[in-house]
């Protein structure tokens, strides 16, 4: 191995382990996020990740394949991303109003408020 291959393997390797990294970190984005635009967020990052990975292999074994499959999955995971935003923006905030004539239960001490 000359200098270049032996620097080539070097930061190939460091940026799976950094990819893996911000994967594992990810992962626990879309676990315990707080919102659901957070989660969203995270799976487009974790699409981004899975694009990073496709291009360090493209690279570090010199066939062009991944790229267009990454070119592929950056595609889908847009649309996945705009679907996932359209449906958060469309959904219900607040409970539908109660029937005519009923009445509201009073707050129990166990109740929480929602913030918004």
């Known amino acids: 191995m ?5 620097f080539l393997t070097l930061a190939a390797n460091l940026s ?3 990819l893996s990294i911000a994967l594992v970190l990810t992962v626990y984005r ?3 996020g707080p919102s659901l635009a957070d989660r969203v967020l995270a799976l487009d990052m974790m699409t981004a990740i899975g694009i990073g990975f496709m291009a360090v292999f493209a690279i570090s074994t010199g066939f062009s394949l991944y790229v267009d ?3 592929a999955l950056a595609l889908v995971g847009f649309l ?13 905030l607040k409970k539908p109003p109660p029937a005519a004539g009923a009445r509201p ?3 129990r001490p ?3 408020r929602i913030r918004r």
Not at 80 to 92: E, G, L, N, Q
């Open 69 to 71: 499959i990454a070119v």
């Open 30 to 32: 879309v676990i315990a």
């Open 2 to 6: 000359n200098g270049t291959e032996t």
């Open 110 to 112: 166990g109740d929480r």
């Open 80 to 92: 996945a991303t705009v679907a996932f935003s359209r449906f958060i923006i469309t959904r219900p």
């Open 16 to 18: 799976l382990a950094g």
């Open 105 to 107: 239960r009073p707050p």
